[in-house]
């Protein structure tokens, strides 16, 4: 076994990256009146439930027949999942995207429908990665080997709740109902 | 033994890191929960030439006249763990201006802008993975953590690598900066040897003579075991 190089420590993205890093429509995968357009929204609170206004909100997923855009995928998709946007001035964020299919877990056993998100911010020294899954999955969630790994407690903060059309996942830096991060 | 496609090493500054005043309220306080890699993480965006400009690059070029300071050509590999180039990686980075200011907003701090330089820049690596920019080395600047607060002169990089799990936020440092023992954010990185791997050097063979000082700094992604490797394990 050659051992792996240490890679480059990670630093704060800090408060001035608006000028640089976020895209023109970087929240909309598909446009908001594609078939099948699921449109997910929330908010990035802190450890005084106020409203995280200086975030960067990322997400990638697989397309709905559950592959992704990448050479390791066995059918590599022509549908980037990739979205990137900037919090508000009230700490919100909004995706307008497709739902993704279910993809292989570790062991090949299914993974429910999800999506894998990075969220950075001054404050957030190392990017911070959760997912969403979908509320309506309730079979394929209970059967998630990710979620099955997580404390019963806990396993609603990776689950959007449905407002109307909307999908709601807000993202809990710290609090009662901090937000499950992984060490990806 | 560590059998994740890509093995986490553990590089990175901790959630929790007092000196760093922000992280009070925004670091999670709960521990990561360990995630086993699946396709989902091993796959990411693939972002080329698509997303960069002609002028991307050259940030003392994208107005009409020359930006205040003193030029610098920034320069380095993009690695994976192996030590092998990632090609065609979208490189992103910003910057203060010169005079240590950057152009938004938030930033409150006296010091003025500079109507020729914006501080954004994007650059895709080569087959040797190599980027390359052309800036004005940027200021120190002053922050509010505590008391005469002033943070190294840095640039600040976003690369993705091949995976989830491999995305990049940083910062390049220059050499003997006497501002790095007082730097919360630069000292939050444990390792020192890993902490040393953030500054850049001052490199002669990078400098265009009469017009530009070189720094090379060489950028390590996370890396993943080969696939022969996990044959001969299973
Ligand atoms: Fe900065």
Not at chain 1, 51 to 64: F, G, K, N, S, T
Not at chain 1, 109 to 122: E, K
Not at chain 2, 164 to 171: A, G, H, I
Not at chain 2, 172 to 189: E, G, K, T
Request: proline fraction near 11%; glycine fraction near 10%; aromatic fraction near 10%.
């Amino acid at each position: 076994m050659t051992e792996l190089l240490r890679p480059t420590p990670s630093q704060t993205i800090g408060p001035f990256f608006h000028f640089a890093l976020p895209w023109t429509d970087g929240g909309l995968l598909v446009a908001p009146d594609a078939p099948g357009a699921v449109h997910i929204t929330g908010q990035v609170t802190d450890g005084a439930d106020q409203p995280v206004i200086d975030a960067l909100v990322e997400i990638w997923q697989a397309d709905p027949a559950g592959h992704y855009a990448h050479p390791d995928d066995p059918e590599p998709s022509a549908f980037v999942g990739f979205g990137r946007v900037p919090t508000d001035a009230g700490g919100r964020f909004d995706f307008t995207t497709l739902k993704p299919g279910p993809v292989p877990g570790p062991s090949g056993s299914p993974q429910a429908p999800h999506l894998s998100v990075s969220v950075f911010a001054r404050g957030l020294l190392a990017r911070l990665s959760t997912r969403i899954y979908f509320p309506d999955e309730i079979e394929a969630n209970a059967s998630d080997p990710v979620l099955a790994s997580v404390p019963p407690a806990r396993r609603a903060t990776l689950v959007a709740v449905a407002e109307g059309d909307v999908l709601r996942f807000d993202i809990h830096l710290q609090g009662e109902m901090e937000t499950i991060f992984f060490a990806v | 033994m560590n059998s994740a496609p890509y093995p986490r090493i553990e590089v990175d500054p901790p959630n929790d890191y007092p000196l760093y005043r922000s992280t009070g309220l925004r670091g999670p306080k709960r521990p990561l929960v360990p995630l086993a890699q699946s396709l989902s993480e091993i796959t990411g965006p693939v972002f080329g030439h698509e997303r960069v400009g002609p002028l991307d690059h050259d940030l003392t070029a994208q107005h009409g006249g020359d930006p205040i300071g003193q030029r610098i050509i920034l320069t380095g590999r993009v690695l994976d763990g192996d030590g092998r180039p990632v090609r065609g990686q979208l490189v992103e980075i910003w910057q203060a201006n010169a005079g240590g200011k950057y152009r938004h907003p938030v930033d409150d701090t006296s010091a003025a802008l500079d109507p020729n330089f914006s501080g954004a820049g994007r650059c895709v690596t080569d087959d040797d993975g190599r980027y390359r920019f052309v800036t004005v080395k940027p200021g120190a600047y002053t922050w509010q953590n505590h008391p005469n607060a002033w943070r190294p002169a840095h640039v600040h990089f976003s690369l993705f690598g091949t995976a989830f799990v491999s995305r990049l936020v940083t910062q390049m440092y220059f050499p003997d900066d006497p501002l790095f023992p007082y730097d919360p954010i630069y000292n939050s990185v444990p390792d020192d040897g890993d902490r040393h791997r953030l500054i850049s050097r001052f490199d002669l063979d990078a400098t265009i003579p009469a017009e530009a000082l070189g720094f090379s700094w060489d950028i390590v992604l996370r890396g993943r075991h080969a696939t022969p490797f996990e044959s001969q394990e299973g």
